[in-house]
């Protein structure tokens, strides 16, 4: 009998060959797709983190100095960093940001220590940019970046002395009399620990949840703010469908998610430490997801009935694109197809931010978005239904810096009703000047605009190449990063809104990247 490449030749593979097949496949996509961080990439945030713990350790020093403290009790005191999100469960992207819970001692408070006397430390460096307190989120955080990559800084301070560097936050020692807000900011690293220990396959879990992030960013179903599924949702159903089948590979965990989500009875909650869970009460939200970390604590979630309707919708999407994959001619590729907003939606609702400068904008932007949730509402309310695409766009030709966002909408109409819109702009304006960001720095302007006139039909489409290209008129924001170290995103050939990889070039090929019309 003739042997090559490990199979027999002449008989068809077995269901085990395949399912090989299958994994290697989706791996080498996965591969392709450049998701899969540098040695670079990763070195440069193991730097950030080392920095940041080198920051903390003096910051909090200097507190116990201020605070009067023995100089024996000075020279044992101690601060730390531990990383979770997607960097601590080892999925993180390029463009992700890096969640760094910093944990204190009992004499440093949140109020007067960490937003003052840690941010006037942060602002000093030079590494540091875009510095933001975010004070009344549920989890209070120090926002900024460092090195040009975003830190999410929360802060959780324990009864003790000095935090050893490999705290063990799930030891109840250090959990006791613990203040709400710092429970509330451990529950991230806590999680994450969960996580870890549940799984069967570390490996396999994180290739799950790659695949499963990718799938999601690509058919414009992720991210919290945007009233989707976010990184620690994704995480805790990748963990739930890994720990449903022990001997999986990751053909068949991809396979099993979508079954699995697509027939999920909701507002049942998706729970991954059965005896966690007390039902007392309906669990929140249309999509309930319990944190691994504790019971009652749910992930929180901004879903609304338009975001639920298009989630379910792909995940069922998803189950019937791989419900066979191990038929023969399969491929992974149809699932990550991005999402055809404009054969989808004939009208969208155009957000244009704009700032009078970079830092501002950033500012507002960030603002904005935070408050998302309740403009879809009021989109919902008058419209009937909104997809919330998170891409963002600039608008070279404008005066002042800006983002620009398109939420797809389903209405029937040939015209839209002028009105409606200026409705909307005028309550979620009332929405942006209440809350701690009193002094409106930048400016928010809605309108309703068809198909056509989207930046990536029409004039500026792919199809219309031949035309003659003269100025910029628009591009898709390139984060900061990656516009330093001239990694440009490639953009999918069908969809310019989609990044599927990145390709290092010099400044004059990244210029002709932008679309011109
Ligand atoms: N809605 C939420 N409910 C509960 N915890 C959350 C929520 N959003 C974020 N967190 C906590 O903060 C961590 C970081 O969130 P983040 O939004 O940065 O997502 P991520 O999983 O790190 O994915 P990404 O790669 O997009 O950054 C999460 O892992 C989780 O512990
Ligand atoms: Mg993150
Ligand atoms: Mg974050």
Not at 79 to 85: D, N, Q, S, V
Not at 193 to 221: D, H
Not at 335 to 344: D, G, Q
Request: charged share 20%; net charge positive.
């Amino acid at each position: 009998m003739i042997k090559g490449g490990g199979r027999n030749i002449g008989f068809p593979p077995s269901m085990s060959e395949l399912e090989d097949e299958r994994s290697i496949s989706l791996r080498q996509l996965m591969a392709d797709e450049g998701i899969i961080p540098s040695y670079k990439d990763e070195e440069k945030r193991r730097v950030v983190i080392s920095k940041l713990r080198g920051i903390v350790e003096r910051w909090v020093k200097n507190v116990a100095w201020e605070r009067r403290l023995s100089q024996h009790h000075v020279d044992a005191t101690n601060a730390t960093i531990l990383a979770y999100g997607s960097y601590g469960l080892g999925v993180y992207g390029s463009e992700s940001d890096i969640d760094a819970l910093c944990i204190g001692p009992f004499f440093a408070s949140l109020a007067e220590d960490f937003f003052i006397g840690l941010r006037d430390m942060l602002k000093t460096r030079i590494e540091v940019s875009e510095l933001l307190c975010v004070k009344d989120a549920k989890v209070p955080l120090i926002r900024f970046k460092f090195d040009g990559i975003l830190v999410d800084l929360p802060y959780a301070q324990l009864r003790v002395l000095s935090i050893p560097h490999n705290v063990d936050v799930l030891n109840p020692f250090f959990l006791r009399d613990i203040d709400e807000t710092s429970w509330k900011s451990l529950s991230g690293v806590r999680a994450n620990k969960c996580i870890l220990r549940l799984v069967p396959s570390l490996e396999l879990f994180q290739s799950l949840l790659r695949c499963v992030k990718l799938w999601a960013k690509r058919r414009g179903v992720y991210g919290n703010l945007n009233g989707f599924l976010g990184g620690v949702h994704l995480a805790v159903l990748a963990a739930f469908v890994c720990g449903y089948e022990r001997n999986a590979t990751l053909s068949s965990l991809l396979a099993n998610f979508f079954n699995i989500f697509a027939h999920w009875p909701w507002p049942t909650p998706v729970v991954l430490l059965e005896d966690a869970f007390l039902p007392t009460g309906s669990p929140p939200g249309l999509m309930p997801i319990q944190l691994p970390c504790g019971p009652h604590q749910f992930c929180n979630s901004n879903i609304t009935r338009s975001t639920f309707y298009k989630t379910m919708a792909e995940f069922l999407r998803g189950h019937h694109l791989t419900k066979d994959y191990s038929k023969p001619n399969f491929s992974w590729k149809n699932l990550f197809e991005p999402y055809p907003y404009v054969n989808t939606y004939t009208w969208f609702i155009k957000i244009h931010l704009s700032a009078a400068n970079q830092e501002d904008l950033s500012n507002w932007v960030g603002w904005v978005k935070s408050r998302f949730r309740s403009l879809m509402l009021k989109i919902e309310e008058v419209y009937g239904f909104c997809d919330p695409n998170p891409t963002e766009y600039v608008e070279t030709y404008a005066k002042q810096p800006n983002i620009v966002f398109y939420w797809g909408l389903h209405v029937q109409l040939r015209t839209i009703n002028v009105s409606d819109i200026t409705y909307v702009e005028k309550t979620f304006l009332t929405n942006l000047n209440s809350g701690s960001f009193q002094v409106p720095v930048g400016r928010i302007h809605l309108s309703v605009v068809k198909a056509s006139q989207l930046p990536w039909n029409g004039d500026c489409g792919s199809n219309n190449r031949s035309k003659k290209v003269t100025r910029t008129c628009w591009k898709i924001r390139i984060p900061e990063d990656k516009q330093h170290c001239k990694n440009v995103p490639v953009y999918s050939k069908h969809m310019p809104g989609y990044v599927v990889g990145y390709k290092k070039m010099d400044n004059k090929e990244a210029e002709s990247m932008e679309v011109k019309c």
